[in-house]
């Protein structure tokens, strides 16, 4: 990677990433970017934890609900029960995705397969799919460049 790439790679993502971090520290109370001196007021109320958790709370808090053609009703709902319910714990992710947007704006989720395996004991983990949420700031999506509807491979 040359410099000029990684320059503007901050160029692009360097505005969110510090936006991400102004977000952050406000959510777990930080609102001073300097150490205040010794008998000045710090009077702060912080309700962005508690308006993060609200807002969460009642876009999640009944689960999510999916709707499928008639022709695929009688496999798909079962499915997606098995991928939330079983393969992933859907209320921890499920929180997990709405704090990341709140707080951050942006959510991003990888969902992958994991493939069957056996432990040392010889006890068989079947396979199951994955939906991760990831921290947005470690993440760098880049679009393919002459179609905004794509990501770039």
Not at 26 to 47: C, D, F, M, S
Not at 58 to 75: A, D, L, N, P
């Amino acid at each position: 990677m040359s410099w000029r790439t990684r320059s503007s790679n901050y160029e692009v993502h360097g505005p969110r990433l510090t936006r991400y971090s102004n977000h952050w520290a406000w959510y777990l109370g930080y609102h001073w970017a300097y150490k205040r001196e010794a008998g000045e007021p710090n009077v702060t109320i912080n309700y962005t934890g508690a308006l993060s958790r609200y807002i969460t709370n009642f876009t999640f808090g009944r689960g999510v609900h999916f709707q499928s053609e008639k022709q695929y009703e009688h496999i798909v709902p079962a499915l997606l029960d098995r991928v939330w319910s079983v393969d992933n714990d859907k209320k921890s992710t499920l929180w997990q995705m709405g704090e990341n947007g709140s707080v951050a704006g942006d959510c991003f989720v990888k969902v992958a397969y994991e493939p069957a395996w056996y432990d040392s004991a010889g006890n068989e983990h079947p396979g199951r799919v994955r939906i991760l949420p990831l921290n947005a700031a470690q993440c760098f999506p880049e679009y393919h460049p002459h179609d905004r509807d794509r990501l770039a491979c």
